[in-house]
């Protein structure tokens, strides 16, 4: 079994940056190499929406409408780690962000249907 583990989440000023990272328990042996990681996110209220997909075997990088410019995908060089740098934050970026691995499934990059499995999220608060 997999398990994805989030950190750097917090509060934060809007306009202020913040790095997200997610990590496969060492335990699982899963790394990132091949495989298909993405960031969403998910406001009270509000469906769960895909905000940045890396695939690095694949050389893909997607963002989300509302982040481009101002986030940034990218995993490590040991494959174990795959990071969210976000910029310029705003208040509408307010949500809990989740990680997501495995897309044998299949579908959309920003469609929750397509990835296996789930770490349990990082908040993140923007707010004056």
């Known amino acids: 079994q997999v398990q994805l583990v989030e950190s750097g989440g917090g509060s934060v000023q809007p306009g202020g940056s913040l790095r997200l990272s997610c990590a496969a328990s060492p335990a699982s042996g899963y790394t990132f190499g091949g495989n298909c990681v993405a960031w969403f996110r998910q406001a009270p209220g509000k469906e769960r929406e895909g905000v940045a997909f890396i695939r690095t075997s694949h050389g893909l990088i997607y963002y989300g409408d509302s982040v481009k410019g101002r986030f940034s995908i990218s995993q490590d060089s040991a494959k174990t780690t795959v990071y969210l740098q976000m910029n310029s934050l705003k208040p509408e970026d307010t949500a809990m962000y989740y990680c997501?691995?495995?897309?044998?499934?299949?579908?959309?990059?920003?469609?929750?249907?397509?990835?296996?499995?789930w770490g349990q999220g990082t908040q993140v608060t923007v707010s004056s």
């Open positions: 997501a691995t495995d897309c044998s499934l299949g579908g959309r990059w920003d469609s929750t249907a397509t990835f296996q499995y």
